[in-house]
């Protein structure tokens, strides 16, 4: 044992000769300031930490004690330790020993050090209530000697048993932020919390310790050193007025602020009550794709195992469940099949439906990279982006009949005979069905239907089945909600037959989601499915088992079914994390309404908005620069985040607060840290087996899902002989057709980078709010001289179910009969979201 | 060689970075890392920092074990420690609307910055005299007065660097106060200011003066050095071809078409000084923060009536490009305003930096 | 060494209402003795509504009546709104002057002519009162101005007093009439038909929206003016006023320390297009 904790035995043996009975040994480790905080404290009358003890906080349940410690002496021990430690005194009189040491003057090992010195205080004092905190970096582990003596049988709890036990508890606990103090570097790094991409950055601080901003891992594969105009300038949303930074109950007809007992209890007991009314299915839960990995898992847990329901969904239903879906039915997951590296490699890329270089900068990055290998990019996207302007090929395709050319190519491919047929194994049911129609999509229909000349069809095709390594990007632009899965079942189909459905470099990369909606489908926030996207239905009882739920899950309702239910009634409580479901649905005044009648509405935000202000129980959350998880990016990479910088106020990271709820509704489980909930995540959810944050190989870049058996560093690659099952992807009659005398044009919606989708963080930042303060309509000329509108005046959009106030721009480079707006608070409001497409008339 | 008024003339094979006047001495690194010790305690630091996944960034030190003298170019340049990405200019808090108290920010603190690369320094040299023009920026320039910059030399630039073609490195001769060079188990320290011989002063004995072989190991470093570049960039063809205005329109709609306005290369170059000003306020209290910002993005010069002089990417590229290479040149004295430092060809998504720009004009033909 | 960025305190002495955006601020300094900084014709302040921002005004007074500040404000963004909101009293911040003069002195003993459009007459204003109050130094004084609609009119009792004098000739137009308006109705330029100017000896200074300046300075090219008698304001995002900032930068000058005052020959000669 060495000096530092000699000196803390020593003052702990003034305790234990006053007959203290509880005593708390509390360590905190300020990396910023580079000291160690230590905490001694005569415990007998409640429950210390250190947080507890820096907010001064009084000791509650006081008892009369007849121990004096004698502070004379306990000064003087305490001053012959070169002044580090320093007496204080409690609120009725206890001792408080306090202690700052610089963290580069501690030589060897703290935490080996501790955990002997503590153990040998048990050893010897079997009955003293020894509680131990250590605090690294936002998180902490405690325990109480107590609990470690009731988990061990009777006969073995005498002193040098117990005081074993207790050696190898400290330790264990340790290991764990062992390797915080193990890396000599002051910094910890985070994942950008905007789009799908994932960049890792560094944080900047101020002299004074405020977060001023982020800059770029050039190590890391996804960041590479750059980073978008989002990442550089949005952390100052984090210290905006805006935020909730305390809990807050209705009463009273409004909403005061409460502590997390209060606001727990009153969700925990509502919540109780609903579902004692009403049962399980009366009660629907949303989760969020821009929280992390832990936050969904533990939501999709509380929702099935605590209250026993299936309804939990995403906001991601209207935009990328879909693609998810198809992809998990064609291949057997749900993501993306190649990976970020694999582009820059691609002799051709086919970018349908996603302006890259706003929404994913980093796949838009490694585009340029394959074009600058003289690669082939075809862009099928009805507007000019900045990325067309780059493309070997711009399909200026009428929108939604993406089906169309997809399905001309595979009829194509399939006459002429171009297709992998080794792939195909002999009698493949899919592939039959698709040969039999084949006759009925020829070039010719896919021409007239999406305008894309069948030559450079034809040459597309060609050229699909000619190279080796083909990547398909695709973004939500594909359609709208109720034909998404079709069409990209035809696009898997299509990349399955000419041999690049992820395989030798190729596949599908998803791109234009949040940053973690790839990681919140994997979690299981999700109606249908389990974790690892297994259909509920028709899963087998192992995978079930695996889950370890109290109840078996079942069939719930999806998010639109649950926003219907709310409507309707049916649905009496709604637990909202991080989706504000009246953001582009302030005009439907009977969904509002509808809201408001809910027995109970928990909302669990950073920023206060028009639904918290009329939630029951508003949770505050922490920013994703205040907490840690993981997140899972566009290319299944799960990478790790850390705090940057310490909580506001008294909000809490959403998994803690799911947790807590979960915990006052009487669950079971314990976790301590978020790394708890990631073990778990570890050992449950299909591919996130190298999650486990006790591996040794988990390095700093993350790992792609699935990790290889022997725990490399994993591959970008599936499977090498995988085999996809060919779904139905033909469009039906009548499909695509929208527009009419009426609504003559078609209006497609997208989103501005600075503008991140409903702004709610990115209109925050100076910055970016600067960038794009006004969304306008873009109108063909033609079609403003149909409307006789001029530029730059301002317009009403009408559509079936609105009007939308905007002003227009005349654009060429769009084609006549297409329109286009981004999502913009001030101008770009509309409903619902998750519909792509439009038709509409404008007047001036 | 022999001096003709006074001015040295050198030829080939003469280390131009010497200077007569300069104190040369070396140290044995071991040793050089007890006045490191020593400097710590009296002074603030800052200094390149190896990140746990091998990255180097400067950073303030807390910790002296902290500090990495490792080859390779630290993340960031070094002008976040003087022209601040986030800076309280001062804070203000009203009394009712008919008063306000204001509160100055605290005085700039003296520090040590070790390890400083010599693009960065130039760059650090290039802003202070940015700011000292006509309104001197105090902000700004006393904290560069304040700080000791111990530069460090490079003797292995990356694919990315070609400071040797804007005169900015790998080694400099002058901006510093002292300046390192490896030589394997020793530093030479060259000291170049009073203050830097001052603040060295008390660890005089563990310091030998350079004898003939080390200026001659020196030598041949330098020119060892110069060989491993691999990239070559021709600045002065560049301003010349920018400032004729010989540069065809086409070459910048592609590079306008290329460049994404994401600010990456703003932001990482040494020399970009472009800033944002805003109030921020809580309740009856505020702060005026000053903030980095960015002339590649479309809302910089875009005025209140929504008229932008610098509607496309292609206008800001040409602006960005024009002030680097040309205005610089004929306001400072004919210093590049591109400090080679390659910052900018790392972290550009799409090939749309200055290197690629002046090597660009090479094979284009211009007007 | 003071901090450039920080402003001086300002009291507000009165607001005049101009038109229903626009108003009129007089400011002076809080500094004890009331003393004013010496300024000329053409500079503008930095005026800080504080929580707000800070943005640039042209100082519409005249140093030759100079207790106080002038600055004319049109409700536009989050700091114009700010100060809109200022009652007398009210305390402001002020940085400057900045900026460059217009040539009061290097014009003396021409003819002037003045074209101001809309909210462009306020750096004009103070140019004209300098002139007024020294009115044996130049020659003939001409000032046409020329309003969207009657109600845009800013400085209306002013006008009036110009189009009084005897020893100016003001003529005003306004792009759409009114049932209560009868004067001429047209574009300022229509203007320059009325009056007869000697080129070879005027200057001639103008500002307003950038496209009337364009229309103006075609017609004044036309009547035969040299471009380096032409003198116009550059209009630009400006920040920080002292160079720094970057925002007005245009070719190699700024917009706030080299300008904002240009004569068209300098403005031909930048290398880039303002």
Same mark, same amino acid.
């Given at each position: 044992?060495?000096?530092?904790?000699?000196?803390?035995?020593?003052?702990?043996?003034?305790?234990?000769?006053?007959?203290?009975?509880?005593?708390?040994?509390?360590?905190?480790?300020?990396?910023a300031?580079?000291?160690l905080?230590?905490?001694?404290?005569?415990?007998?009358?409640?429950?210390?930490?250190v947080?507890?003890?820096?907010k001064?906080?009084?000791?509650?349940?006081?008892?009369?004690?007849?121990?004096?410690?004698?502070l004379?002496?306990?000064?003087?021990?305490?001053?012959?330790?070169?002044?580090?430690?320093?007496?204080?005194?409690?609120e009725?009189?206890?001792?408080?020993?306090?202690?700052?040491?610089?963290?580069?003057?501690?030589?060897?090992?703290?935490?080996?050090?501790?955990?002997?010195?503590?153990?040998?205080?048990?050893?010897?004092?079997p009955?003293?209530?020894?509680?131990?905190?250590?605090?690294?970096?936002?998180?902490?582990?405690?325990?109480?000697?107590?609990?470690?003596?009731?988990?061990?049988?009777?006969?073995?709890?005498?002193?040098?048993?117990?005081?074993?036990?207790?050696?190898?508890?400290?330790?264990?606990?340790?290991?764990?932020?062992?390797?915080?103090?193990?890396?000599?570097s002051?910094?910890?790094?985070?994942?950008?919390?905007?789009?799908?991409?994932?960049?890792?950055?560094?944080?900047?601080?101020?002299?004074?310790?405020?977060?001023?901003?982020l800059?770029?891992?050039?190590?890391h594969?996804?960041?590479?050193?750059?980073?978008?105009?989002?990442?550089?300038?949005?952390?100052?949303?984090?210290?905006?007025?805006?935020?909730?930074?305390a809990?807050?109950?209705?009463?009273?007809?409004?909403?005061?602020r409460?502590?997390?007992?209060?606001?727990?209890?009153t969700?925990?007991?509502?919540?109780?009550?609903?579902?004692?009314?009403?049962?399980?299915?009366?009660?629907?839960?949303?989760?969020?794709?821009?929280?992390?990995?832990?936050?969904?898992y533990?939501?999709?847990?509380?929702a099935r195992?605590?209250?026993?329901?299936?309804?939990?969904?995403?906001?991601?239903?209207?935009?990328?469940?879909p693609?998810?879906?198809?992809?998990?039915?064609?291949?057997?997951?749900?993501?993306?099949?190649?990976?970020?590296?694999?582009?820059?490699?691609?002799?051709?890329?086919?970018?349908?439906?996603?302006?890259v270089?706003?929404?994913?900068?980093k796949?838009?990055?490694?585009?340029?990279?394959a074009?600058?290998?003289?690669?082939?990019?075809?862009?099928?996207?009805?507007?000019?982006?900045?990325?067309?302007?780059?493309?070997?090929?711009?399909?200026?395709?009428?929108?939604?009949?993406?089906a169309?050319?997809?399905?001309?190519?595979?009829?194509?491919?399939?006459?002429?005979?171009?297709?992998?047929?080794?792939?195909?194994?002999?009698e493949?049911?899919?592939?039959?069905?698709?040969?039999?129609?084949?006759?009925?999509?020829?070039?010719?229909?896919?021409?007239?239907k999406?305008?894309?000349?069948?030559d450079?069809?034809?040459?597309?095709?060609?050229?699909?089945?000619?190279?080796?390594?083909?990547?398909?990007?695709l973004?939500?632009?594909?359609?709208?909600?109720?034909?998404?899965?079709?069409?990209?079942?035809?696009?898997?189909?299509?990349?399955?037959?000419?041999?690049?459905?992820?395989?030798?470099?190729?596949?599908?990369?998803?791109?234009?989601?949040?940053?973690?909606?790839?990681?919140?489908?994997?979690?299981?926030?999700?109606?249908?499915?389990?974790?690892?996207?297994?259909?509920?239905?028709?899963?087998?009882?192992?995978?079930?088992?695996?889950?370890?739920?109290?109840?078996?899950?079942?069939?719930?309702?999806?998010?639109?079914?649950?926003l219907?239910?709310?409507?309707?009634?049916?649905?009496?409580?709604?637990y909202?994390?991080?989706?504000?479901l009246?953001?582009?649905?302030?005009?439907?005044?009977a969904?509002?309404?509808?809201?408001?009648?809910l027995?109970?509405?928990?909302?669990?935000?950073?920023?206060?908005?028009?639904?918290?202000?009329?939630?029951?129980?508003?949770?505050?959350?922490?920013?994703p620069?205040?907490?840690?998880?993981?997140?899972?990016?566009?290319?299944?990479?799960?990478?790790?985040?850390?705090?940057?910088?310490?909580?506001?106020?008294?909000?809490?990271?959403?998994?803690?607060?799911?947790?807590?709820?979960?915990?006052?509704?009487?669950?079971?489980?314990?976790y301590?840290t978020?790394?708890?909930?990631?073990?778990?995540?570890?050992?449950?959810?299909?591919?996130?087996?190298?999650?486990?944050?006790?591996?040794?190989?988990?390095?700093?870049?993350?790992?792609?899902?699935?990790?290889?058996?022997?725990?490399?560093?994993?591959?970008?690659?599936?499977?090498q002989?995988?085999?996809?099952?060919?779904?139905?992807?033909?469009?039906?009659?009548?499909?695509?057709?929208?527009?009419d005398?009426?609504?003559?044009?078609?209006?497609?919606?997208?989103r501005?980078?600075?503008?991140?989708?409903?702004?709610?963080?990115s209109?925050r930042?100076?910055?970016?709010?600067?960038?794009?303060?006004?969304?306008?309509?873009?109108?063909?000329?033609?079609?403003?001289?149909?409307?006789?509108?001029?530029?730059?005046?301002?317009?009403?959009?009408?559509?079936?179910?609105?009007?939308?106030?905007?002003?227009?721009v005349?654009?060429?480079?769009?084609?006549?009969?297409?329109?286009?707006?981004?999502?913009h608070?001030?101008?770009?409001?509309?409903?619902?979201?998750?519909?792509?497409?439009?038709?509409?008339?404008?007047?001036? | 060689?022999?001096?003709?008024?006074?001015?040295?003339?050198?030829?080939?094979?003469?280390?131009?970075?010497?200077k007569?006047?300069h104190?040369?001495?070396?140290?044995?690194?071991?040793?050089?890392?007890?006045?490191?010790?020593?400097?710590?305690?009296t002074?603030?630091?800052?200094?390149?920092?190896?990140?746990?996944?091998?990255?180097?960034?400067?950073?303030?030190?807390q910790?002296?074990?902290?500090?990495s003298?490792q080859?390779?170019?630290?993340?960031?340049?070094?002008?976040?420690?003087?022209?601040?990405?986030c800076?309280?200019?001062?804070?203000?808090?009203?009394?009712?609307?008919?008063?306000?108290?204001?509160?100055?920010?605290?005085?700039?603190?003296?520090?040590?910055?070790l390890?400083?690369?010599?693009?960065?320094?130039?760059?650090?040299?290039?802003?202070?005299?940015?700011?000292?023009?006509?309104?001197?920026?105090?902000?700004?320039?006393?904290?560069i007065?304040?700080?000791?910059?111990?530069?460090?030399?490079?003797?292995?630039p990356?694919?990315?660097c070609?400071?040797?073609?804007?005169?900015?490195?790998?080694?400099?001769?002058?901006?510093?106060?002292?300046?390192?060079?490896?030589?394997?188990?020793?530093?030479?320290?060259?000291?170049?200011?009073?203050?830097a011989?001052?603040?060295?002063?008390?660890?005089?004995?563990?310091?030998?003066?350079?004898?003939?072989?080390?200026?001659?190991?020196?030598?041949?470093?330098?020119?060892?050095?110069?060989?491993?570049?691999?990239?070559?960039?021709?600045?002065?063809?560049?301003?010349k071809?920018?400032?004729?205005?010989?540069?065809?329109?086409?070459?910048?709609?592609?590079?306008?078409?290329?460049?994404?306005?994401?600010?990456?290369?703003v932001?990482?170059?040494?020399?970009?000084?472009?800033?944002?000003?805003?109030?921020?306020?809580?309740?009856?209290e505020?702060?005026r923060?000053?903030?980095?910002?960015?002339?590649?993005?479309?809302?910089?010069?875009?005025?209140?009536?929504?008229h932008?002089?610098?509607?496309?990417?292609?206008?800001?590229?040409?602006?960005?490009?024009?002030?680097?290479?040309?205005?610089?040149?004929?306001?400072?004295?004919?210093?590049?305003?591109?400090?080679?430092?390659?910052?900018?060809?790392?972290?550009?998504?799409?090939?749309?930096?200055?290197?690629?720009?002046v090597?660009?004009?090479?094979?284009?033909?211009?007007? | 060494?003071?901090?450039?960025?920080?402003?001086?305190?300002?009291? #507000?002495?009165?607001?005049?209402?101009?038109? !229903?955006?626009?108003?009129?601020f007089?400011?002076? +300094? @809080? *500094?004890? %003795?009331g003393?004013?900084?010496?300024?000329?014709?053409?500079?503008?302040?930095?005026?800080s509504?504080?929580?707000?921002?800070?943005?640039?005004?042209?100082?519409?007074?005249?140093?030759?009546?100079?207790?106080?500040?002038?600055?004319?404000?049109r409700?536009?963004?989050?700091?114009?709104?700010?100060?809109h909101?200022?009652?007398?009293?009210?305390?402001?911040?002020?940085?400057?002057?900045?900026?460059?003069h217009?040539?009061?002195?290097?014009?003396?003993?021409?003819?002037?002519?003045? #074209?101001?459009g809309?909210?462009?007459?306020? !750096?004009?204003?103070s140019?004209?009162?300098?002139? +007024? @109050? *020294?009115? %044996?130094?130049?020659?003939?004084?001409?000032?046409?101005?020329?309003?969207?609609?009657?109600?845009?009119?800013v400085?209306?009792?002013?006008?009036?007093?110009?189009?009084?004098?005897?020893?100016?000739l003001?003529?005003e137009?306004?792009?759409?009439?009114?049932?209560?308006?009868?004067?001429?109705?047209?574009?300022?330029?229509?203007?320059?038909?009325?009056?007869?100017?000697?080129?070879?000896?005027?200057?001639a200074?103008?500002?307003?929206?950038?496209?009337?300046?364009?229309f103006?300075?075609?017609?004044?090219?036309?009547?035969g003016?040299?471009?380096?008698?032409?003198?116009?304001?550059?209009?630009?995002?400006?920040?920080?006023?002292?160079?720094?900032?970057?925002?007005?930068?245009?070719?190699?000058?700024y917009?706030?320390?080299?300008?904002?005052?240009?004569?068209?020959?300098?403005?031909q000669?930048?290398?880039?297009?303002?």
């Amino acid at each position: 044992m060495f000096g530092l904790s000699l000196h803390i035995l020593d003052l702990i043996e003034h305790f234990i000769q006053a007959h203290v009975s509880a005593l708390s040994v509390a360590v905190e480790c300020d990396r910023a300031n580079g000291i160690l905080k230590i905490l001694l404290k005569d415990n007998s009358t409640g429950v210390a930490s250190v947080s507890d003890a820096a907010k001064g906080s009084p000791l509650k349940h006081m008892k009369n004690s007849s121990r004096e410690i004698d502070l004379k002496r306990l000064n003087d021990t305490a001053s012959k330790t070169d002044g580090i430690f320093k007496i204080g005194k409690g609120e009725v009189g206890e001792a408080i020993v306090t202690g700052t040491v610089k963290l580069d003057s501690i030589k060897g090992d703290i935490h080996d050090d501790l955990a002997v010195m503590l153990s040998s205080i048990v050893c010897t004092n079997p009955d003293l209530d020894l509680t131990f905190e250590f605090r690294i970096c936002e998180e902490n582990c405690s325990m109480r000697v107590s609990d470690i003596k009731n988990r061990l049988p009777p006969e073995k709890s005498g002193g040098l048993t117990l005081a074993r036990a207790v050696q190898e508890k400290i330790k264990a606990e340790l290991e764990v932020f062992k390797e915080f103090q193990e890396r000599r570097s002051i910094l910890n790094f985070t994942v950008c919390p905007f789009c799908s991409c994932g960049c890792q950055a560094i944080p900047r601080k101020s002299v004074q310790g405020n977060l001023t901003g982020l800059v770029p891992s050039r190590r890391h594969p996804v960041s590479a050193g750059s980073l978008c105009i989002r990442g550089w300038n949005s952390v100052d949303y984090i210290y905006h007025p805006d935020r909730i930074d305390a809990p807050m109950i209705k009463k009273d007809g409004g909403q005061i602020r409460c502590t997390w007992k209060e606001a727990l209890e009153t969700a925990a007991e509502d919540l109780k009550n609903v579902l004692h009314k009403w049962g399980p299915d009366s009660i629907g839960f949303i989760g969020s794709p821009r929280c992390s990995n832990e936050d969904n898992y533990l939501l999709m847990k509380m929702a099935r195992q605590v209250v026993g329901t299936g309804n939990i969904d995403t906001g991601s239903r209207l935009t990328y469940s879909p693609i998810f879906e198809a992809l998990y039915d064609s291949y057997g997951i749900g993501a993306s099949t190649t990976s970020l590296e694999n582009v820059s490699e691609a002799e051709l890329i086919l970018l349908v439906g996603a302006d890259v270089t706003g929404c994913s900068p980093k796949a838009a990055s490694r585009i340029f990279q394959a074009l600058n290998r003289k690669a082939t990019l075809i862009v099928v996207d009805p507007r000019c982006t900045k990325i067309a302007k780059q493309a070997t090929h711009h399909w200026k395709i009428r929108p939604g009949s993406d089906a169309y050319w997809i399905s001309g190519m595979i009829s194509y491919l399939i006459k002429e005979n171009k297709v992998r047929a080794d792939l195909l194994g002999g009698e493949n049911a899919g592939f039959m069905e698709l040969k039999k129609e084949a006759g009925l999509f020829p070039m010719s229909l896919a021409e007239t239907k999406t305008w894309i000349p069948e030559d450079s069809l034809r040459m597309a095709a060609d050229l699909l089945a000619s190279v080796k390594k083909a990547v398909f990007i695709l973004g939500d632009g594909i359609g709208s909600f109720d034909e998404m899965k079709k069409t990209v079942y035809g696009l898997a189909n299509l990349a399955f037959i000419t041999g690049h459905g992820g395989r030798n470099g190729s596949g599908i990369l998803v791109v234009g989601g949040e940053n973690n909606t790839q990681g919140a489908w994997d979690m299981g926030a999700l109606p249908d499915r389990l974790p690892g996207g297994i259909p509920i239905a028709g899963c087998d009882v192992e995978t079930r088992a695996r889950l370890n739920f109290r109840m078996p899950p079942t069939v719930g309702q999806d998010y639109r079914q649950i926003l219907h239910g709310v409507m309707s009634g049916d649905i009496r409580a709604l637990y909202v994390m991080g989706e504000n479901l009246l953001a582009f649905h302030e005009e439907d005044k009977a969904f509002s309404d509808a809201l408001g009648r809910l027995e109970l509405l928990v909302v669990q935000e950073i920023f206060s908005n028009p639904l918290t202000a009329m939630a029951t129980v508003v949770f505050p959350a922490s920013a994703p620069y205040e907490r840690a998880g993981t997140v899972t990016n566009l290319e299944r990479r799960v990478q790790r985040f850390q705090p940057i910088v310490k909580s506001r106020g008294d909000t809490r990271p959403d998994w803690e607060i799911i947790y807590n709820l979960s915990k006052a509704m009487g669950a079971g489980f314990t976790y301590r840290t978020v790394w708890d909930v990631n073990a778990e995540i570890a050992s449950c959810v299909p591919f996130y087996e190298g999650l486990n944050p006790r591996l040794p190989a988990n390095d700093e870049n993350g790992f792609l899902w699935p990790k290889s058996a022997k725990n490399e560093n994993s591959q970008p690659r599936l499977r090498q002989n995988w085999e996809g099952t060919i779904h139905g992807s033909y469009p039906q009659e009548g499909y695509g057709e929208e527009t009419d005398e009426e609504f003559p044009v078609v209006l497609i919606l997208g989103r501005l980078p600075s503008f991140w989708n409903t702004g709610t963080r990115s209109s925050r930042c100076p910055l970016l709010h600067r960038e794009e303060n006004r969304s306008h309509l873009q109108l063909h000329p033609y079609d403003a001289n149909r409307f006789q509108v001029r530029e730059g005046e301002k317009v009403r959009i009408i559509h079936r179910s609105g009007i939308i106030h905007t002003s227009a721009v005349l654009k060429e480079d769009l084609p006549a009969g297409v329109a286009f707006l981004a999502l913009h608070s001030v101008d770009g409001r509309f409903a619902p979201t998750g519909v792509r497409r439009i038709p509409i008339w404008v007047e001036s | 060689m022999f001096a003709v008024n006074k001015i040295p003339i050198s030829g080939l094979g003469e280390d131009r970075t010497i200077k007569e006047k300069h104190m040369i001495s070396t140290i044995l690194k071991d040793d050089f890392f007890t006045v490191l010790r020593g400097l710590a305690k009296t002074s603030r630091m800052i200094a390149p920092v190896m990140l746990s996944n091998g990255e180097l960034l400067y950073d303030r030190i807390q910790c002296i074990e902290d500090v990495s003298l490792q080859p390779g170019i630290p993340i960031m340049s070094a002008k976040e420690f003087f022209f601040s990405s986030c800076e309280e200019l001062f804070r203000f808090k009203r009394i009712g609307t008919d008063a306000i108290d204001f509160v100055q920010p605290e005085e700039a603190e003296a520090c040590v910055f070790l390890g400083i690369r010599s693009c960065d320094l130039n760059g650090v040299r290039y802003l202070e005299r940015f700011y000292k023009r006509k309104f001197n920026d105090t902000t700004v320039t006393k904290k560069i007065e304040k700080t000791v910059f111990i530069s460090l030399g490079c003797l292995d630039p990356g694919e990315q660097c070609f400071c040797a073609c804007c005169d900015s490195g790998p080694f400099l001769s002058d901006g510093f106060d002292a300046q390192l060079t490896d030589l394997d188990n020793r530093w030479m320290v060259e000291i170049a200011t009073a203050r830097a011989e001052t603040l060295l002063r008390p660890y005089d004995n563990l310091f030998t003066p350079a004898t003939d072989a080390d200026l001659n190991e020196r030598k041949n470093i330098l020119s060892c050095v110069d060989s491993k570049f691999t990239r070559r960039s021709f600045m002065a063809m560049g301003v010349k071809k920018v400032s004729l205005g010989a540069v065809e329109e086409e070459v910048w709609e592609a590079f306008g078409d290329r460049c994404i306005s994401c600010g990456s290369c703003v932001f990482v170059c040494p020399t970009c000084s472009c800033f944002n000003v805003l109030d921020r306020e809580i309740g009856e209290e505020g702060v005026r923060l000053r903030t980095w910002d960015a002339c590649s993005y479309s809302g910089f010069t875009r005025e209140v009536s929504g008229h932008n002089p610098r509607p496309r990417a292609a206008d800001r590229l040409k602006r960005r490009f024009f002030h680097k290479l040309s205005y610089q040149t004929t306001k400072d004295s004919g210093r590049l305003g591109c400090m080679g430092c390659g910052r900018c060809v790392v972290s550009c998504p799409s090939l749309a930096d200055i290197s690629t720009f002046v090597t660009t004009l090479r094979s284009v033909r211009t007007v | 060494m003071e901090n450039i960025y920080m402003p001086l305190k300002a009291r #507000v002495v009165s607001v005049t209402n101009e038109t !229903p955006d626009v108003k009129t601020f007089k400011l002076r +300094l @809080d *500094n004890g %003795d009331g003393a004013c900084i010496p300024f000329l014709p053409g500079n503008f302040l930095e005026v800080s509504s504080f929580g707000a921002g800070e943005a640039p005004f042209c100082i519409s007074s005249s140093p030759t009546r100079n207790d106080a500040f002038d600055i004319t404000v049109r409700s536009v963004g989050s700091v114009t709104s700010g100060l809109h909101k200022m009652k007398p009293q009210d305390i402001v911040g002020i940085r400057g002057p900045f900026g460059n003069h217009f040539p009061c002195s290097a014009v003396q003993g021409r003819d002037i002519l003045f #074209v101001g459009g809309g909210i462009g007459l306020p !750096p004009l204003r103070s140019l004209i009162h300098y002139m +007024l @109050d *020294n009115r %044996d130094d130049y020659g003939d004084i001409t000032i046409l101005y020329g309003a969207r609609t009657p109600d845009d009119r800013v400085y209306k009792r002013e006008l009036d007093q110009w189009a009084g004098r005897k020893d100016v000739l003001f003529l005003e137009t306004v792009d759409v009439g009114s049932k209560s308006w009868s004067g001429r109705v047209g574009v300022v330029t229509i203007l320059f038909d009325e009056i007869f100017v000697r080129p070879k000896i005027t200057t001639a200074f103008t500002c307003g929206p950038p496209v009337m300046i364009k229309f103006v300075i075609q017609g004044l090219l036309k009547m035969g003016f040299r471009p380096d008698n032409i003198v116009t304001t550059l209009e630009r995002y400006m920040k920080c006023g002292v160079g720094k900032c970057g925002h007005c930068a245009v070719g190699e000058k700024y917009a706030c320390t080299d300008g904002p005052v240009f004569t068209f020959a300098d403005i031909q000669k930048l290398s880039e297009k303002p």
